[in-house]
T-cell receptor, first 116, second 113 residues
Framework: GAGVSQSPRYKVAKRGQDVALRCDPISGHVSLFWYQQALGQGPEFLTYFQNEAQLDKSGLPSDRFFAERPEGSVSTLKIQRTQQEDSAVYLC??????????????FGEGSWLTVV | GENVEQHPSTLSVQEGDSAVIKCTYSDSASNYFPWYKQELGKGPQLIIDIRSNVGEKKDQRIAVTLNKTAKHFSLHITETQPEDSAVYFCAASITGGGNKLTFGTGTQLKVEL
C-alpha cells in the first residue's frame, strides 16, 4: 500500500488477555518504529528495528511488551497479560533509510487499545 | 535523555490570523526537528521539518524557525483556515539515534470562523 498500515485499528481486551498488533510498513523502508500515545499526550518511543534487527528497545515499559520483525518487513507488537495502564494508541512508523538523523518518518493511523 | 517542552497547550485564533507554537529542547546534540499535525483518530502527519544547519524553512503558509543557541524552535502558520484545526506536535532527534523522536506534549489549535 501507499502508507503504513496497522491492524487492528481498534481492540478491546480484557485485563490479563494477550494482544498482538500488526504493522505493515511502506514497502522497502528499512527502519521501523513503535510508539505509544496516551490520551492527550505526545507519542513516546517504544522500540526501533533496522531491517530484522531490533536495535533499540529502551522504551518498552515492561517485559510484558515484545516486538518482532522476523523478515525485515511486517512487524508485530505483542503485549502479554494486558493491564489497564496499557490502554493507549500504538503507532507504527517507518523510514526509508537507516541511522542518520533527519530521514522522514511516516506514521500509520495507529491501533487503539482499550483494556477493560 | 532529551526533553521537549511545547507551548501553548491550546491555541484559538480567528480565521486568517497567524498562529505560533513554540518548543524548547534540552539536548544540544539534537539536530533534526520535525512538526507533525494530528487529526482526531488519525496518525501524526509530517508537515514540515528543519535540520540544525539552517535557521528557517518555509513551505507556503507554514514556516519553522530554529535557534540552536537558545535551543528552541517555532512553528508559524499564516492565513489560518478551519482545516488547520488539529493537534500539532513538535519533536527532536539526535544523529545516530535511529531517528528516535522525542515529542512535545502537543498544541490543540482551533481556527474559528
Amino acid at each position: 500500500g501507499a502508507g503504513v498500515s496497522q491492524s487492528p485499528r481498534y481492540k478491546v481486551a480484557k485485563r490479563g488477555q494477550d494482544v498482538a498488533l500488526r504493522c505493515d510498513p511502506i514497502s522497502g523502508h528499512v527502519s521501523l518504529f513503535w510508539y505509544q500515545q496516551a490520551l492527550g499526550q505526545g507519542p513516546e518511543f517504544l522500540t526501533y528495528f533496522q531491517n530484522e534487527a531490533q536495535l533499540d528497545k529502551s522504551g518498552l515499559p515492561s517485559d510484558r511488551f515484545f516486538a518482532e520483525r522476523p523478515e525485515g518487513s511486517v512487524s508485530t507488537l505483542k503485549i502479554q497479560r494486558t493491564q489497564q495502564e496499557d490502554s493507549a494508541v500504538y503507532l507504527c512508523a517507518s523510514s526509508p533509510r537507516t541511522g542518520t538523523s533527519g530521514n522522514t518518518i511516516y506514521f500509520g493511523e495507529g491501533s487503539w487499545l482499550t483494556v477493560v | 535523555g532529551e526533553n521537549v517542552e511545547q507551548h501553548p497547550s491550546t491555541l484559538s485564533v480567528q480565521e486568517g490570523d497567524s498562529a505560533v507554537i513554540k518548543c524548547t529542547y534540552s539536548d544540544s546534540a539534537s539536530n533534526y526537528f520535525p512538526w507533525y499535525k494530528q487529526e482526531l483518530g488519525k496518525g501524526p502527519q509530517l508537515i514540515i521539518d528543519i535540520r540544525s544547519n539552517v535557521g528557517e524553512k518555509k513551505d507556503q503558509r507554514i514556516a519553522v524557525t530554529l535557534n540552536k543557541t537558545a535551543k528552541h524552535f517555532s512553528l508559524h502558520i499564516t492565513e489560518t483556515q478551519p482545516e488547520d484545526s488539529a493537534v500539532y506536535f513538535c519533536a527532536a532527534s539526535i544523529t545516530g539515534g535511529g531517528n528516535k523522536l522525542t515529542f512535545g506534549t502537543g498544541t490543540q489549535l482551533k481556527v474559528e470562523l
